[in-house]
């Protein structure tokens, strides 16, 4: 009883001195981290070595599976899902996804059901998710709440400002809704940064 009370004060001490607790495992060397969405995960507007998926490989010096399909929906998202997830077996994913249903005007709440699923599946299958919020075209850009209320919901990593840092950045995007090479390095060193940030380097 007494060596537990000791544990969980260190516990709290290490808290307090970092300023955070660890959401996500540390990553071994022979770890896989998938990078799973669409266009903007596949790198359209850049080259493949420019790609965000390539960039975060070299930045974290481990293996970074792209798996992303240009145009896809998160409705299509969450049915390929599982066999991706059986296929390259992750321990971290990073999902980017419901831009192309924000273009088709597909309403908030599906999307929101479609990410909650995809979130639920990977954390049912014991894996950790880092979540990137994508902004809604538009007039003014900005990124819709339901992204936030996900990552809140299953206490998971989450940024809601980088892609729309850089899409409203002419020097760092290649079109209206795709970054260039610069945008994905900028994309890939928040991500790695989000890693670091949460024990998983």
Known sequence: MVKRIIIFFVSLLIISCTG?????????????????????????????TESYPSVL?????RTV???GIPGETTEEGLIRLKDVLEKYNPSLVILCEGGNDMLRQINDNRIKENLRSMVRLIK????DV????????????????FYKDVAVEFNIP??????????T??????????????????????IYELIKENGGL
């Open 57 to 61: 490989a070299n930045l974290t010096k």
């Open 124 to 127: 049912e299958k014991g894996i």
């Open 158 to 167: 989450y940024d809601g400002k980088i892609l729309k840092s850089i899409l």
């Open 65 to 67: 599976i792209e798996s």
């Open 169 to 190: 950045d002419n020097r760092l995007k290649a079109d209206p809704i795709h970054p260039n090479g610069e945008g994905y390095k900028k994309l890939a060193t928040r």
């Open 20 to 48: 955070k607790s660890t959401k996500i495992r540390h990553l071994s060397e022979n770890d896989i981290i998938l990078a799973f969405g669409d266009s903007i995960t596949h790198g359209i507007g850049a080259n493949n």
């Open 130 to 145: 880092i979540l990137i919020g994508v902004p809604k075209p538009g007039f003014i850009i900005s990124v819709p709440d």
